[in-house]
């Protein structure tokens, strides 16, 4: 995700800003007079975020008046767009890192990883700005990390992190289908609890047994039909089949780290006890 957004120079989009001419001097002079604070709490962010230690950074950054706050509002509600920093982050990206479904970059909103009311300096840093689709983006928030393991996964720091598989699914043995989501165990406990608290933040585990839900009714009748002509055999094939097909590999642009129909498939083709007993009558 988002290979080139450490070119997009933050002393640059400040700058843009004071030398912008719809801008008013007063607020000209009030960004002048915070510029060099702000360009040290953006470095603070840099440092932390490669670290993972988010919930730092409150403690180590400058205190931003409201009225410079509301300056610093102002200036990426009006200017964002045309300063260009806009279009480049959303030329990097066009997946949601909340629930990981494509969306048409003009839908699309952004996303201020550590939320403005809370981190007013960050309003217009572009690594703090995360393209997202709206349902995600209301959703989430003002989430704030307190400590250490409340730290979500970002897209542009964790990137090896979102170029794994996360999810594991467990199939119950009970009828009708019963299953589980649970995290894939080659995830480092760091990165368990980020996959953790990104599954909260977003509020995805009710959408995630929607969508597995319906694509095992997609299936539900064909695995029947071939449980009935072909066997236990013949149903862990097709699913091979399905889990094969479903699968992305990490190196694709199209990978999503929450693949859906490859964990579905997976814990399907693991479970001896669907592929034998389940359409037993
Ligand atoms: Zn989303």
């Known amino acids: 995700m988002n290979n080139n957004i450490y070119s997009l120079q933050e002393d640059r989009v400040i700058d843009y800003y004071i030398n912008s001419p719809g801008v008013s001097k007063a607020k000209k002079q009030a960004l002048r007079s915070i510029k060099s604070a702000l360009l040290s709490d953006f470095r603070v962010y840099k440092l932390l975020g490669q670290l993972g230690q988010f919930h730092q950074v409150a403690s180590k950054i400058s205190t931003i008046s409201e009225s410079d706050s509301s300056t610093l509002e102002l200036l990426y509600g009006s200017y964002l767009s045309k300063s260009g920093v806009r279009k480049d982050i959303f030329s990097n990206e066009l997946i949601c890192p909340g629930c990981q479904y494509s969306y048409a970059t003009l839908r699309s909103t952004l996303d201020h990883f550590l939320p403005s009311s809370n981190y007013p300096n960050f309003y217009v840093f572009p690594l703090n700005l995360i393209p997202t689709c709206g349902d995600c983006n209301r959703i989430k928030n003002d989430v704030i990390p307190m400590s250490k393991n409340d730290n979500l996964p970002h897209p542009y720091f964790d990137k090896k992190l979102f170029n794994k598989h996360w999810l594991k699914i467990e199939i119950s043995q009970v009828s009708p289908l019963k299953y589980s989501f649970n995290v894939r165990d080659e995830l480092s406990t760091n990165d368990i609890y980020k996959v953790l608290n990104h599954l909260i933040s977003y509020e995805l585990e009710d959408t995630l047994f929607v969508h597995v839900d319906s694509i095992f009714e997609q299936n539900d009748e064909d695995l029947k039909d071939i449980f009935d002509t072909c066997g236990e055999r ?46 037993m009558d």
Do not use: H, T
């Open 234 to 279: 013949g149903v862990r094939e097709y699913i091979l089949m399905l889990k094969q097909g479903s699968y992305i590999s990490p190196a694709s642009e199209n990978f999503v780290p929450l693949n859906l129909e490859y964990a579905f498939f997976d814990a399907l083709y693991q479970s001896d006890w669907f592929c034998n007993q389940y359409y």
